[in-house]
């Protein structure tokens, strides 16, 4: 069964923190690895990731992917309380329609 | 910057009734996707759509769930008789390609009574 995993299920830190968001997965058709933030309602997108071992950045955020141990990483640093959210892990699956599979997802508190 | 709207926001309703829920997506997107979250809980696919058919569905979307595009910019979930357990937030999403990254609405919360 496709699964998708993430740890740890919530965190509180204090700003200036630097974080570290994993997400396993077991999927039958790795097609590529999103992570998400998610604050009040919808997810809004941050990185997608199809080769192994390149970084995404994106201001303090940055992101990579191993595909021979299946996993990923979210890096977080200097952390803001604007930061706090959950953050999603979602693998699209590239048997049938390219559906996403979602983790459960790691809430972030930024304590000021 | 061109997103995905849904409406409505927030619906109530009695169980047995039916609703539909209602997105536009984004307007050169082709791939369109409903997902559904239980308070609480992680996001679970429903379906996908493309070319005016149903692509893929999962087991949550059973006979209850239905999918439509009825004109070229809506794209409509409707649950025929509401259970208790539908109650959740519904989101639409769409994408460009079929492997492309899919954008999401702000969701609709739905509760059934």
């Known amino acids: 069964e496709d699964k998708v995993v993430q740890s740890p299920l919530s965190l509180v830190v204090h700003e200036g923190d630097t974080v570290t968001l994993n997400c396993s997965y077991e999927?039958?058709?790795?097609?590529?690895l999103l992570w998400y933030k998610q604050e009040k309602k919808a997810p809004t997108f941050l990185f997608m990731l199809t080769s192994s071992g390149i970084e995404k950045k994106s201001g303090r955020l940055s992101s990579i992917l191993d595909k021979k141990e299946l996993f990923s990483i979210l890096n977080i640093t200097a952390t803001q309380t604007g930061d706090s959210a959950v953050y999603l892990c979602a693998v699209e699956d590239g048997s049938g329609t390219y559906k996403y599979i979602f983790g459960t997802g790691t809430r972030l508190k930024v304590l000021a | 910057e061109p997103e995905v709207t849904q409406t409505p926001s927030h619906q109530v309703t009695q169980m047995g009734q039916e609703v539909i829920l209602r997105c536009v997506p984004i307007s050169n997107h082709l791939y369109f996707y409903w997902y559904r979250q239980i308070l609480g809980q992680k996001v679970e696919f429903l379906v996908s759509f493309y070319n005016n058919e149903i692509s893929e569905k999962s087991e949550i979307f059973d006979d209850q769930f239905s999918v439509e595009r009825p004109d070229g910019s809506n794209f409509t979930l409707k649950i025929r008789s509401t259970k208790l357990e539908d109650s959740a937030m519904y989101f639409c999403a769409s994408s460009v390609l079929e492997e492309g990254t899919q954008y999401f609405g702000p969701g609709t919360r739905l509760l059934v009574l």
């Open positions: 999927v039958t058709n790795f097609r590529s």
